[in-house]
């Protein structure tokens, strides 16, 4: 299946068949990770996150589902509750894919939900490169004068760790921001 994907998306960008394919690594070397996601029955879910919002670092995640609704993605300005289909796998593409395609193809922002009668289940397939031989970069034929290159030359381990100091920065000033708040508005 991620073949057949990666074809179809090397073709979308004017590439030969096997290009994204072999630019994660090819089968030999693409890594699959499965993670299982258990989201309990939750009497009040205004009041819970099953899993905050974010982007996979992966090339391609394959999910598969209980049928029971939750998954969110942030479209046109909101978000909005992916359908439950029978007998279906949901798929989108990750970091890895939006770096090689220059940001033509967009790593979807995210979210889990619980839902208050049903327990939800969603068995998650993230398709990743090696984290140290392939260099992430966006390829040549994606990148112009007129559309320069948006992301920086790294393997897909310092793409972690960007990601993951990022991420770390972001809560630290969110947390100060509020602690200032806080002192501001006591005195």
């Not at 770096?99 to 979210?111: C, D, E, Q, V």
């Not at 559309?147 to 920086?152: N, R």
Request: aromatic letters at 6%; proline letters at 6%.
């Amino acid at each position: 299946l991620a073949t057949k994907i990666l074809t179809v998306l090397s073709l979308g960008l004017g590439l030969e068949e096997g290009r994204l394919e072999k630019e994660v690594g090819g089968l030999e070397e693409l890594v699959l990770q499965m993670k299982i996601n258990y989201y309990p029955k939750c009497p009040q879910p205004e009041l819970a996150l099953g899993v905050e919002a974010h982007t996979d670092i992966s090339a391609l995640t394959f999910i598969l589902h209980n049928m029971v609704p939750g998954l969110q993605l942030f479209y046109g300005g909101k978000w909005v509750t992916a359908k439950c289909v029978p007998n279906s796998i949901v798929m989108h593409i990750g970091d890895t894919l939006e770096i090689l395609s220059n940001g033509k193809y967009k790593s979807i922002l995210h979210r889990g939900l619980v839902n208050k009668e049903k327990v939800r289940i969603s068995w998650a397939v993230f398709c990743e490169p090696p984290k140290e031989k392939i260099i992430l970069k966006p390829l040549p034929e994606t990148v112009s004068e007129k559309e320069p290159a948006i992301f920086p030359q790294r393997t897909f381990s310092e793409h972690i760790q960007h990601k993951l100091f990022r991420q770390s920065q972001e809560a630290l000033a969110s947390t100060k921001e509020a602690a200032i708040s806080t002192t501001n508005g006591a005195a």
